[in-house]
């Protein structure tokens, strides 16, 4: 359950103001399928950065599962980013120097999860996602598909109950997009809220509720 | 390219990236400042114990009984078989371009006055002493022109000995007791204060003959003389081996020119100062790793740029040249910052140890700085290189 | 996260770029190693000269004659004194309960002939005490004989190299020499203990005291050398020495007594004194070769910008960050330095094969000092780009490509 309440959210570009979020309110429950979009700079990504708890509002409040995650200090929203909310870029941020193994295992291990215990659960995450024989490579050696599948593998192991993708297909090919965005709606039908941001209209229509942001505002929201 | 906007370019690289600039040439700061306080120091110490050593003059000779050199001690601590005389002084004495001869007899006793006492160093001299280790001397006069043989029982105090045998009273014309035997005291000195750790005001200075016959000994421990300022040391110094050599049958003493032991010292000091620089050149070693370091992390940060330079007609030898300069430029700076640290660290050392004042050397100086520009040159050639031999294309594949 | 993790993953992100991971490690190698090296050679210098001065003797004062007032100054080395420290002195030492022996010696130098060659040597005029006193060794013949210290035998005993230079190869052994005006027969000849601060018995000439007496005429004594039955009985020999030389002195202290304990304590603290600031000045380098640590390692968060957003957006706290980039600069100080050490050994195994005569090794605490040093300057130069890491905003750190 997710409720964002009059968010507001400023930035300082050089000497202007740049207004990213104004009064922005939205809900969401349990295994929504949320697409949101807009155009460039309408303030999709801001938005999802807050969703994320990678970025704090000026004013508003963000409920998450009954907490009031926008007046939790550094510590506690690593703790829930870590447990309840998994990321998945357009640049799919994989660290270069890491295998996919290792990659996927980064959250075990900053949750301190010993190396055992992540062996069998990184190995079945390789194996659900086709990955089986592509632990041992480095990002460098996959295929942008694979890098992404890679990246969702390392979204959903801590079990969350968020993903929030942002341009998910944004740097793939097409079948590779299609792909990806079926193992997106598959986790979401598993019961995983999934949040999206696209431009890419017919990516968004597959989305159970569309979110049309313009200019910093959500300008309307359609369903199905 | 115009030669200012060489420095333009490269200068605006180096600010683009304030923070790092600022610390590779702090590296090289750090070091050439060490380079430049080690040597300061080192400078000042040799100058302290140069002045040390001439303030007894510079156109002094010393003779010691015996040949022995390979103890590495003075002939005058141990007994000998044939000993420096009187007499000898006197045959000295008469040589050409001789100003004065000393005849130094030293000791250790008991100086008592009234009910006080102290022991101090007993030096017997002649009344050329004063002159030939420029004495100054503070109340009355030095010892008198007595004949050698046969001197009248004077002393006179050094300010120490002064000072704790008789404090504010007067000391001019009282009779002190220097073991067992009495003397008049007929003049103080002004404080020469300490060299080499010897307290030279914790002293008294008697006829050699009274200190020789005090002392039971026969024999003189030193024989200094003073020669004329235009004469060679060591001219001088052969003439005074033959005259002893006629005399003795022998060469059975040592002869040591102030000229040749301040060689020798200057020697080792300057051997001393550079050893410190060069342990101080070890963090300039490291700080030219640094900018080695920093260079080649620049190049690869700006691959492109250096695609889109190449793309736009700059030779290779320009691309080095840049490089280059952008190395030596960040060690120039560094140098001069370096030197600042070290002339103002001398500098706060000389205010907390006056004695031993740093002596900035300039020309250490400036090859120190020399040395940072060069350092920044050899850092500089293999990043440089590298950007200069990039492809273009593949360089600007990079952005 | 568990320390194996963090250990693993900062070891690859330091190492992940090889050409300037190796350069911050030679940088770091260089320092440490200097300073290693010159902590070792003070501490091996200091070794030496503290051995050097044991083997003259154990539990030894030393009585001068004269006394100086000037504190802190050097004790009346040179010089006479109106009172001669003399051979009735030296005995009247002997009643003493703490003193197990003492030995006079009057110290001269003189030319030694035998037909035609002549040298100049150091005579020393002593008894047969000075044999277990100064832990001489003989490689022929035998020692001064015991006695009456007033007897002057002719009789003398004759270092090495002054054995070789006046005999060649040929036994000197009951041989004669002439020593100023007078004979002596060798009766042995000192094994070569080569030089032992500065005297060098290799070319010296032992008699009895009492013919030195005669041959210098002099009845004053230049040392005496006192050996206390036990390192507990020094002080109290030392009271009794002044106070036996005060009553046979009238009342007068006229003498300088110096303990081998307070000169070696000396020596200990002036090379003590010496290495430290020789290894203050190396380690300057350090101080340049930690801002080159934090300098690549500034570079290093701004460079890996994007996978620092990407950790915190996978729940890493500030705390964790921070360690991690602390734990990366510790770990590549670290490296550094165990170069270093091993730099500096190899090093000090080569200056001890090129100069065998010196006891040069690495100094014991070495290690100890190059992991402290390397803990302290990867954490203290590592601070301010973890911190840098710690502090970036995660959205505007992913923002960027």
Not at chain 2, 13 to 19: D, Y
Not at chain 2, 259 to 272: D, Y
Not at chain 2, 380 to 385: C, N, T, W
Not at chain 3, 289 to 318: C, F, H, P, Q, Y
Request: glycine share 10%; hydrophobic share 45%; with cysteine.
């Amino acid at each position: 359950m997710i409720s964002l309440q009059n968010i507001e959210r400023i930035f300082q570009v050089g000497d202007e103001e740049v207004h990213a979020l104004r009064d922005v309110s939205m809900t969401a429950t349990d295994g929504d399928h949320i697409a949101i979009m807009g155009p460039s700079g309408s303030g999709k990504s801001s938005l999802l950065n807050i969703l994320g708890l990678l970025d704090r509002p000026d004013t508003g409040s963000y409920e998450l599962d009954g907490v009031k995650v926008s007046e939790l200090d550094e510590k506690e929203q690593a703790r829930i980013r870590r447990h309840k909310i998994g990321f998945v870029f357009q640049f799919f941020h994989l660290v270069p120097r890491l295998t996919a193994f290792d990659n996927i295992a980064l959250p075990l291990m900053l949750a301190g999860m010993k190396q055992d215990e992540r062996q069998a659960r990184v190995t079945a995450a390789l194996a659900a996602f086709g990955l089986g024989n592509r632990a041992q490579h480095r990002p460098d050696q996959l295929s942008g598909g694979q890098r992404q599948r890679v990246a969702i593998a390392r979204a959903t192991i801590m079990q969350p109950s968020v993903i929030l993708a942002d341009e998910p297909t944004g740097n793939l090919d097409r079948n590779s997009g299609i792909e990806v965005v079926e193992i997106l709606e598959e986790l979401n039908r598993q019961g995983i809220t999934l949040i999206m941001v696209t431009h890419d209209p017919e990516l968004g229509r597959r989305a159970q509720r569309q979110i049309l942001m313009v200019d910093g505002r959500i300008e309307r929201e359609a369903e199905g | 390219m115009q030669i200012q906007d060489f420095f333009r370019y490269t200068f605006n690289g180096i600010r683009a990236q304030r923070l790092r600039s600022f610390l590779t040439t702090l590296g090289i700061a750090v070091g050439i400042g060490a380079v430049v306080l080690l040597t300061s120091l080192g400078e000042g110490l040799h100058r302290f114990v140069l002045a040390e050593f001439t303030q007894f003059g510079t156109n002094l000779i010393a003779i010691n009984p015996g040949k022995v050199t390979t103890h590495g001690v003075s002939g005058a601590l141990l007994s000998n078989v044939r000993p420096l005389t009187i007499e000898d002084t006197a045959i000295l004495k008469q040589l050409p371009q001789i100003l004065d001869v000393v005849s130094v007899v030293q000791g250790n006793g008991a100086i008592k006055a009234g009910g006080r006492q102290r022991r101090a160093t007993i030096y017997g001299v002649d009344a050329s002493a004063a002159r030939v280790w420029k004495f100054a001397v503070a109340a009355g006069r030095f010892l008198p022109d007595d004949p050698p043989r046969s001197a009248r029982s004077f002393v006179v105090l050094g300010s120490k000995v002064r000072q704790e045998l008789f404090g504010s009273n007067q000391a001019l014309g009282m009779r002190i007791r220097i073991g067992g035997e009495l003397f008049r005291v007929i003049g103080s000195m002004e404080s020469k204060g300490q060299m080499l750790g010897f307290d030279l005001d914790d002293a008294v200075y008697i006829p050699a003959a009274k200190a020789m016959a005090l002392f039971n000994r026969e024999s003189l421990m030193e024989i200094d003389l003073l020669h004329t300022a235009g004469s060679s040391s060591s001219v001088v110094a052969e003439k005074v081996r033959k005259a002893l050599q006629a005399r003795h049958g022998k060469e059975d003493f040592t002869i040591t020119t102030q000229e040749k032991m301040l060689e020798i010292l200057g020697g080792v000091l300057n051997t001393l100062t550079i050893a410190v620089g060069a342990l101080g050149g070890i963090s300039l070693l490291v700080g030219g790793v640094g900018i080695l370091t920093i260079m080649s992390i620049t190049v690869n940060e700006r691959t492109g740029e250096i695609g889109l330079l190449r793309a736009m007609g700059v030779e290779q030898s320009q691309i080095l040249t840049l490089f280059l300069g952008e190395a030596v430029l960040l060690a120039a700076i560094g140098g001069l910052a370096g030197l600042g640290l070290g002339v103002g660290g001398s500098w706060l050392f000389s205010l907390a140890v006056p004695a031993l004042p740093a002596h900035i050397s300039w020309t250490y100086v400036a090859s120190a700085e020399l040395l940072a520009a060069f350092v920044g040159l050899l850092a500089g050639v293999l990043p440089a290189r590298r950007a200069a031999r990039l492809h273009p294309v593949e360089a600007l594949r990079a952005e | 996260m568990q320390i194996r993790d963090i250990l693993s993953f900062s070891l690859l992100a330091a190492t992940a770029n090889r050409g300037r991971t190796l350069l911050m490690l030679l940088a770091m190698a260089i320092a440490v190693s200097s300073v290693v090296v010159l902590i070792s050679l003070g501490d091996s210098a200091r070794h030496y000269v503290i051995d050097q001065f044991s083997t003259l003797g154990t539990n030894l004062l030393i009585v001068l004659p004269g006394r100086s007032e000037t504190t802190g100054g050097p004790p009346p080395l040179l010089g006479a004194t109106p009172r001669d420290l003399t051979l009735a002195d030296a005995m009247a030492l002997n009643r003493a309960r703490t003193v197990r022996r003492i030995t006079p010696i009057i110290a001269g130098s003189a030319p030694i002939s035998v037909r035609s060659l002549e040298r100049e040597m150091l005579v020393l005029g002593s008894t047969s005490e000075l044999y277990e006193i100064r832990h001489l060794a003989l490689s022929q013949g035998s020692f001064l004989p015991p006695g009456e210290p007033t007897r002057a035998e002719a009789v003398c005993v004759i270092g090495q190299k002054g054995k070789k230079e006046l005999f060649g190869n040929q036994p000197a052994i009951g041989r004669w020499l002439r020593i100023g005006d007078r004979r002596f027969r060798v009766i042995g000849v000192l094994s070569s203990s080569g030089v032992s601060l500065g005297e060098d018995l290799g070319e010296v000439v032992i008699i009895p005291v009492a013919a030195a007496q005669a041959l210098f005429n002099t009845s004053s004594l230049f040392r005496i050398l006192v050996e206390a039955t036990s390192p507990e009985g020094i002080e109290q020999t030392r009271k009794s020495i002044l106070d036996t030389i005060r009553v046979r002195h009238e009342g007068e202290d006229d003498i300088t007594v110096i303990t081998q304990d307070a000169v070696l304590t000396t020596f200990d603290r002036i090379f003590k004194a010496l290495t430290l600031s020789v290894a203050g000045i190396a380690a300057i380098s350090l101080v340049v070769a930690g801002i080159m640590i934090m300098n690549v390692m500034l570079v290093a968060v701004s460079n890996r910008r994007a996978e620092i957003g990407l950790l915190k957006a996978l729940g890493a706290s500030r705390t964790q960050i921070l360690g991690l980039f602390l734990t990366e600069s510790t770990i590549l100080s670290s490296i550094g330095a165990g170069i270093g050490l091993v730099l500096a050994l190899l090093g000090m195994r080569l200056a001890a094969f090129l100069f065998p005569q010196f006891p040069l090794q690495l100094a014991p605490w070495s290690s100890a000092i190059s992991l402290g040093v390397a803990l302290i300057t990867g954490v203290v130069f590592g601070v301010l780009p973890a911190r840098r890491a710690a502090d970036l905003e995660p959205a505007f750190a992913l923002m960027r490509r």
